[in-house]
């Protein structure tokens, strides 16, 4: 199995504005491999203008948020090596130049080239309430893929982590998961 590392990250658009995505970046050295669900903007983004930043944040407000169509204005600064943007309030990241694409019907992987990394401020240890946002988010984007009685029995258990562990800014995301369970249709679509 892959190390995957869950991450957000930011693309360039059509119209030359940032796109800010969660997902799971795959290490394979010596490449970091996004592989976005078809079809998404992160996609399309991805095959018009082959750069991405992979943005390391410990704001989960901001996975949750875009996992539930809650994309705020999320500050950004210009890449420093690419033509593109990163996470102002990242605490790291890296600048990747796409090298290679592996075509597939469902998630193509494209190899991405690290071209700049930056540290901007430390990581100040983990938070279970975090992890448990990250999970319940990942959750909410397979909606369509998983059984309803299998997400709300993890649901319950991630509450759990939340309850004992959560800041603030944990409480206001998982807010935001649970609305989207709660909104979520009972049966969820087959997946094509």
């Known amino acids: 199995m892959p190390y995957i590392r869950e991450s957000v990250v930011v693309t360039v658009g059509a119209d030359g504005t940032p796109h800010i995505a969660p997902l799971g970046v795959i290490e394979r050295p010596p490449h970091l491999i996004?592989?976005?669900?078809?079809?998404?903007?992160?996609?399309?983004?991805?095959?018009?203008?082959?750069?991405?930043t992979v943005n390391y944040v410990d704001d989960v407000r901001i996975i949750a948020g875009c996992v539930t169509g809650r994309r705020r204005a999320w500050p950004v600064v210009p890449a420093e090596r690419i033509a593109g943007f990163r996470l102002a309030d990242a605490l790291?990241?890296?600048?990747?130049?796409?090298?290679?694409?592996?075509?597939?019907?469902?998630?193509?992987?494209?190899?991405?080239?690290?071209?700049?990394?930056?540290?901007?401020?430390?990581?100040?240890?983990?938070?279970?309430?975090?992890?448990?946002?990250?999970e319940g988010a990942i959750l909410i984007s397979r909606l369509h893929l998983l059984p309803r009685a299998q997400i709300e029995a993890e649901f319950r258990r991630l509450a759990v982590l939340v309850d004992k562990t959560a800041g603030e800014a944990e409480r206001e995301a998982w807010s935001w998961l649970e609305e989207a369970l709660a909104a979520a249709p009972e049966e969820a679509p087959q997946p094509r």
């Open 92 to 134: 790291a990241h890296s600048e990747l130049e796409i090298v290679g694409v592996e075509p597939d019907d469902l998630r193509p992987r494209f190899r991405g080239r690290e071209v700049h990394r930056a540290v901007h401020r430390p990581f100040l240890g983990f938070n279970r309430a975090r992890h448990a946002v990250i």
């Open 34 to 52: 996004l592989a976005p669900f078809r079809p998404s903007r992160t996609l399309d983004n991805l095959e018009r203008h082959p750069a991405a």
